[in-house]
């Protein structure tokens, strides 16, 4: 074999070793697998001494209630960066009031529906990531009536991302009273049911 044969070989070899990454990456930023591993250590939380569940709640604890794992609520959204950026009182569960910064609005569609939502940075927060916190048509019959929370990690182009609804989540509040918890504002209020991620308990 030649060193053009050679080098040809490796190519090819090199090219359907690149082919098989790709495929076993997970569409769209989805993966289902991790979304459940996630959800058992959360789960795991909820059983010990840092759980929001009172000590009597946690012995008969058997897990937290989901909706079934949807790749459709995992979806394209596009950052548009706020022109200025906009200082809020944002309203909590114990009428105390958390200073939030407004950074920007996601855009995305769901079923055929152009929607969006704010994301914030408390001021006492991180920098790592956008708090998202909304309601939708599933608040106070399947989810928490005060709304859900999406925690998107700041990625570095800053524009582009995938919102996964699987990873909703319901505030302490849902679980304890005794917590104080953001209030999802009016503008991040989205006119469909948005059934995926965390819901009330049975």
Do not use: H
């Amino acid at each position: 074999m030649n060193l053009r044969s050679i080098i040809t070989c490796v190519a090819v070899v090199s090219l359907l070793i690149a082919c098989e990454e790709e495929d076993a990456m997970p569409l769209d930023g989805y993966d289902e697998q991790e979304l459940l591993d996630a959800r058992k250590t959360k789960d795991e939380q909820f059983r010990s001494e840092d759980s929001p569940l009172l000590p009597q709640e946690r012995d008969g604890f058997k897990g937290l209630s989901y909706f079934e794992p949807n790749e459709d609520y995992a979806v394209d959204a596009v950052l548009t960066r706020a022109v200025r950026a906009d200082t809020i009182s944002m309203q909590t569960t114990s009428s105390e009031l958390r200073r939030a910064v407004r950074i920007g609005s996601f855009a995305f569609e769901i079923q055929g529906n152009t929607l969006s939502l704010n994301a914030y940075q408390f001021i006492d927060g991180s920098a790592d990531s956008y708090f998202v916190p909304f309601t939708d048509k599933t608040n106070g019959e399947q989810t928490y009536k005060a709304g859900r929370y999406l925690d998107v990690e700041v990625l570095d182009n800053d524009s582009a991302y995938v919102i996964d609804f699987n990873a909703a989540y319901q505030p302490y509040c849902a679980y304890n009273e005794n917590f104080s918890c953001p209030i999802a504002p009016r503008e991040n209020s989205l006119a469909v049911a948005i059934k995926a991620g965390e819901k009330k308990q049975p």
